[in-house]
């Protein structure tokens, strides 16, 4: 690659400074550079070749929930900022553009750019003073090098495993399908998503590359003599287009990203209870009687189960599965099996692969069409390795594949009663470098942007059930995908592994997704792939999942044994309590959910999130923040009894949700914590709405003052029109011990529990 160390400026281009860019003073330029302020907070950076840009179109951006169309957003599209006006300021050797509350200063030689809020003199990120940019002239590579310094700590870029803390750590933007990946050191995982927050000294930042081709992030890994602290970009292929977050806090920059790429979808009510899905049942010849033994399980356990996952062993022939295909042995009625559950009060959902086998029985329908990715060289269909042999994946920027999923939906599943379809194995790992799409009319090679399809077919999954049933809001989940996969639903940690390490790191794992705006998430209950769990571990697992957005208890064991509630009769107390408690707290995550939907705000957050002022709360990765009113410090050990858990500094305290006791903020305190209780706090001066008996109760926490306050989210559930007919009920603890509720519209009978005293 060429390091372009020398910058011409071309004048301003409307709001933006445009500059040539070479790689010496007497060089001819290589590539154009764009920098533009697009909002206060808002800065991006566009690098152009002279042949234009390796892919003009991208999927992740959407600021305002301005939706892009299947055929993606132009590059060039600035739709949705509110774009403040800009000054313009030329010096000796460099170039000033101010718009908002922010500004870029841009030297020309080196050329680099260095970022500024309003009224600093101090730049919250710069590019690294020796050699910043970097292109390739015979391939597609390029990066982009920023300064370090101590002390910064680095969080986001998604489903990536390991600590909190991603300092010091290269990550692979890439994804596979890693069954069974160790949550603290595997990768590359499911998602490719190049966003990352910087928190240090002068505040935090954000960065986010719009690319969806194969790179690498690398936060502190390299160490290089010739050049002080950086940390590093590198894309072997695309453009080089990215988006400044100008912060100055975490929170502000996660809730921005979020806004950024669109936002999170509010899901339905029904979706935030307790889920079962395995692999195992479908895949049994008698796989009908199990889900009747299931449901009949579930009311003799006295288990609430609102709805169940079909593994994708619904559709197969033999060993091997066929998407849209029902296997008539196993289920002869499917409409029967579906009205079956919902009967039970258990919804429907389906899984769903983008990978037609080699043998499908509609494959040459399939070829006829020219719905699948292609070999760009023979026109053939690219061939790709997939579980059950290989096979040749749909593609998701041809119309006519999009027409011919969603029939398949509508006719195989919906019109059966399934409810909601599970998009899953959808990695697109097609390896051939010849591999081309359709683009919309518009072919482009399939390394550009393979997440893309991932995230089109969850686009389509949502799209096809809102037009199914358009007073409803749609549920869908997707494994795959990049930034603004968020916007259409669920997503999830994959298909972890069976161990006590799995609980650590995959909290702080679901701490980073939800910091890099995937706000409806959680992780597969007990462990999807190893050795069964014992009841200890069980216990555990069920008691870890239990305060995530999502709990469903997924699993594939070589032995067979199915992980199930109760799988271990020892620990069913236990393990229902833990259930029980998801199942109180359903109003209160309710509420979080369309928080997070209308206002960018993660419902599963680090503590440092709600409490910037305590050093403390910055170094905890083995609790999080259930909302703002919840802490929750899962036991995490082996053989613990007890759980030592950091209390962040508030006044008047937290009090212990089992027992009342109130322990004051800013210590570490040692609790109870045998099997079947998890250990949660409730924070001072909060009223929480919970289901007690069917009825909603407000759980009151007095604050010091003897005050509190919350609030509650009202609509039927399910609505597609949540935005126009929910109602946002505010809780008040008055002086007189009671509470009262205002709001819009009739309000709710709410009975009144006071916990932890005054």
Same mark, same amino acid.
């Given at each position: ?20 860019? +070479? ?77 908002? &509350? ?160 669109? &936002? ?74 579906? +009205? ?94 010849? +591999? ?33 049933? #358009? ?217 929480? #709405?919970?289901?007690?008996? &069917? ?64």
């Amino acid at each position: 690659m060429k390091a372009l160390t020398h910058g011409r400026f071309r004048g301003l281009d409307g709001h933006a400074a445009r500059f040539d860019l +070479a790689a010496g003073p007497d060089a001819p330029a290589l590539a154009s550079l764009r920098v533009a302020i697009l909002e206060a907070d808002i800065g991006r950076v566009t690098l152009e070749r002279p042949e234009g840009a390796r892919l003009d179109r991208g999927w992740a951006i959407a600021p305002n929930r301005v939706e892009p169309p299947f055929e993606g957003r132009p590059r060039a599209s600035e739709e949705g900022f509110a774009i403040p006006p800009a000054t313009l300021a030329e010096t000796d050797g460099s170039v000033t553009l101010a718009a908002g &509350g922010l500004r870029a200063e841009i030297r020309l030689a080196p050329f680099g750019i260095a970022w500024y809020r309003d009224g600093e003199t101090v730049p919250f990120l710069r590019d690294r003073p020796t050699q910043a940019y970097y292109l390739s002239r015979r391939t597609g590579a390029l990066a982009h090098s920023m300064e370090r310094h101590e002390g910064e700590r680095h969080y986001g870029l998604g489903d990536k495993a390991g600590p909190l803390d991603r300092t010091g750590r290269r990550f692979a933007i890439d994804a596979v399908d890693p069954c069974g990946y160790d949550a603290e050191l595997s990768d590359p995982l499911y998602k490719m998503l190049p966003f990352f927050i910087v928190d240090g000294a002068r505040g935090a930042h954000g960065v986010f590359y719009d690319n969806l081709a194969l790179a690498s992030v690398d936060l502190g890994c390299t160490l290089d003599n010739y050049h002080d602290l950086f940390r590093s970009y590198r894309a072997e292929d695309g453009d080089l287009d990215y988006y400044v977050l100008a912060g100055p806090t975490v929170p502000d920059v996660s809730r921005r990203f979020s806004w950024l790429t669109g &936002g999170q979808a509010f899901p339905p009510r029904w979706t935030l209870g307790f889920a079962m899905t395995t692999m195992t049942i479908a895949d049994a010849p008698d796989a009908d009687r199990r889900i009747t033994a299931f449901i009949e399980d579930c009311r003799r356990h006295g288990i609430r189960c609102d709805s169940f996952h079909f593994g994708s062993g619904y559709t197969s022939i033999g060993h091997r599965r066929y998407v849209f295909n029902w296997n008539r042995d196993k289920f002869p009625d499917p409409a029967g099996t579906m +009205a079956r559950l919902k009967a039970a009060g258990m919804v429907p959902v389906t899984n769903i692969k983008p990978c037609l086998l080699d043998d499908h029985p509609r494959l040459d329908e399939a070829r006829a069409k020219g719905i699948l990715v292609r070999d760009g060289e023979t026109g053939a269909p690219a061939v790709a390795q997939f579980w059950d042999g290989l096979g040749f994946h749909v593609d998701f920027t041809n119309p006519a594949g999009r027409a011919w999923w969603a029939d398949g939906i509508r006719t195989a599943l919906l019109d059966y009663g399934v409810t909601a379809v599970w998009s899953d194995n959808n990695e697109f790992e097609i390896w051939d470098e010849d +591999a081309e799409v359709e683009g919309d009319g518009r072919p482009y090679r399939q390394a550009l942007a393979r997440p893309a399809q991932a995230l089109l077919m969850h686009k389509l999954a949502y799209e096809t059930q809102a037009a199914h049933d #358009p007073d409803r809001r749609p549920y869908t989940i997707t494994r795959a995908g990049g930034a603004g996969i968020a916007r259409y639903g669920q997503t999830w940690s994959g298909d972890n592994e069976t161990a006590w390490k799995t609980l650590r790191f995959n909290l702080t794992q679901g701490l980073n997704m939800s910091l890099s705006g995937l706000h409806n998430i959680g992780h597969d209950v007990g462990g999807f792939h190893g050795p069964s769990p014992g009841p200890e571990l069980f216990c555990r697992f069920v008691e870890f999942c239990a305060l995530w957005p999502r709990m469903v208890m997924n699993s594939w064991k070589a032995s067979g044994i199915v992980n199930t509630p109760w799988m271990h009769p020892e620990v069913l107390p236990q393990v229902k309590a833990a259930m029980d408690l998801r199942h109180a707290l359903v109003p209160y995550l309710y509420t979080q959910m369309w928080r997070a939907a209308a206002a960018d705000v993660p419902v599963v957050r680090p503590l440092f999130w709600d409490f910037p002022a305590d050093p403390a709360a910055r170094d905890v990765e083995d609790a999080f923040m259930f909302g703002p009113d919840v802490l929750v410090a899962p036991v995490l050990e082996e053989g613990a009894t007890t759980r030592h858990v950091t209390l962040p500094a508030h006044p008047g305290g937290w009090v212990d949700w089992h027992d009342g006791t109130r322990h004051p903020g800013g210590r570490t305190v040692e609790v109870p914590a045998p099997l079947g209780r998890l250990p949660v706090f409730l924070r001072a001066g909060a009223i929480l #709405p919970i289901d007690e008996t &069917g009825g909603l109760t407000a759980l009151v926490v007095p604050g010091h003052d003897g005050t509190a306050t919350g609030s509650l989210y009202l609509d039927d559930g399910d609505t597609a029109r949540w935005r126009e007919t929910g109602r946002l009920i505010t809780l008040t603890l008055g002086a007189d011990g009671t509470v009262t509720a205002a709001g819009e519209g009739d309000l709710p009978a709410l009975s009144t529990r006071i916990r932890g005293g005054a």
